[in-house]
């Protein structure tokens, strides 16, 4: 396996977890699944700037 195929591996699993948490916490009864609406929110406008900021958080040599 090449290192990208283990990197795309952790990466689903990742989103398969945080998807199974979701589910688990409307299941409980902890979260009311209209809850969803500010956990997008929250996603769009505070995690995905975060996200992309630190894509570009890249060491500066001459070649760059």
């Known amino acids: 396996m090449g ?3 283990v990197l795309l591996i952790g990466k689903i ?3 398969f977890i945080s998807m199974l ?4 916490l409307v299941k409980t009864k902890v979260m009311k699944s209209s809850d969803s609406n500010a956990l997008s929110m929250v996603a769009l ?3 995905t700037p ?3 900021l630190n894509a570009f958080q890249v060491k500066y040599s001459n070649s760059i």
């Open 3 to 5: 290192r990208i195929s």
């Open 13 to 15: 699993a990742e989103l």
């Open 21 to 24: 948490m979701g589910f688990f």
């Open 45 to 47: 406008y505070l995690v």
């Open 50 to 52: 975060c996200v992309i």
